[in-house]
């Protein structure tokens, strides 16, 4: 006579199982803290920007995706595991979030509670050279600005040495329906060696700008322009990736008849993450 089968949990005895796993994750978030509590007191420093790792999240949030599976939806652990690394940060060393409003308040706003939480104080401002000069201005905050448009060259206050730089592009993770879709430049100040340096951010100003000379260097590199009708050209802020180099968007400038005023580098972030529709990431 064959065994019956085993009866399946009860709602229960499920839900005590559940309670565990959340009682679990709290212990492990006061014992990540008490590490973080450790971690202040070896590094016994308030330097400016020591707690930000740039490289580190970007590693850590694409590692996040490469393991995640089930049914719990991909926004939801990212949102999680990004507001846990922004507070902990705000912990090691309190900073605030600079946002330039400008293009979209509800749009900047949703990125910046997103990727930094509510515990990270969250201050507006109504264009991005407001933002970037208050960032410029502290020990350690943040500037969030478009980084696919703008109305003025903000990035010219970045050429200085000394200066903050661009850090980062939220979101860590683009893919078409993420709630925090908005592609913004994370700018502070950082240890060179927390840095990602993938993708390199120049500040490039030049003559004789038109689409012609546009419309070459859109292969080679992703550009945010400002008209500069004093000099007939632009500012340029130009973002290339270790497939190219500024010296050969440099010689496509020349090439296309513009001519290349000055350049510097104002910052760098990590390769863009795609995960498509299909979930394959790439």
């Not at 839900?15 to 590094?43: F, S």
Request: aromatic residues 6%; hydrophobic residues 45%; proline residues 6%.
């Amino acid at each position: 006579m064959s065994q019956r089968p085993p009866a399946p949990p009860s709602l229960q005895e499920l839900r005590k199982e559940i309670d565990a796993i959340d009682e679990g994750m709290h212990r492990l978030l006061m014992q990540r803290g008490d590490i973080i509590d450790r971690l202040i007191q070896v590094k016994q420093t308030q330097e400016v920007g020591s707690a930000f790792r740039p490289a580190r999240e970007a590693d850590m949030m694409r590692h996040l995706v490469q393991r995640h599976r089930g049914i719990l939806p991909l926004d939801t652990v990212e949102s999680i595991w990004r507001v846990i690394i922004a507070t902990f940060t705000y912990v090691q060393a309190p900073f605030s979030v600079h946002a330039d409003i400008s293009a979209s308040e509800p749009a900047m706003r949703d990125s910046a509670r997103f990727h930094f939480g509510f515990t990270v104080p969250y201050v507006a401002h109504f264009s991005a050279q407001a933002a970037v000069e208050a960032a410029a201005k502290s020990k350690g905050d943040l500037a969030l600005v478009s980084a696919t448009s703008s109305r003025t060259p903000w990035w010219l206050e970045l050429e200085a040495d000394g200066a903050p730089k661009i850090i980062a592009r939220l979101p860590f993770v683009e893919r078409a329906d993420h709630p925090a879709a908005l592609p913004v430049f994370t700018i502070s100040r950082v240890a060179d060696s927390a840095l990602v340096t993938e993708v390199e951010t120049f500040s490039v100003r030049v003559s004789g700008w038109n689409a012609e000379v546009a419309r070459a260097l859109s292969p080679l590199a992703e550009i945010v322009a400002v008209p500069d009708t004093a000099f007939d050209g632009a500012a340029l802020l130009v973002s290339v990736t270790s497939a190219t180099s500024i010296d050969k968007v440099r010689a496509a400038l020349i090439e296309a008849g513009a001519s290349v005023r000055s350049t510097a580098l104002v910052g760098s972030h990590a390769t863009r993450y795609t995960v498509p529709p299909t979930g394959a990431k790439s």
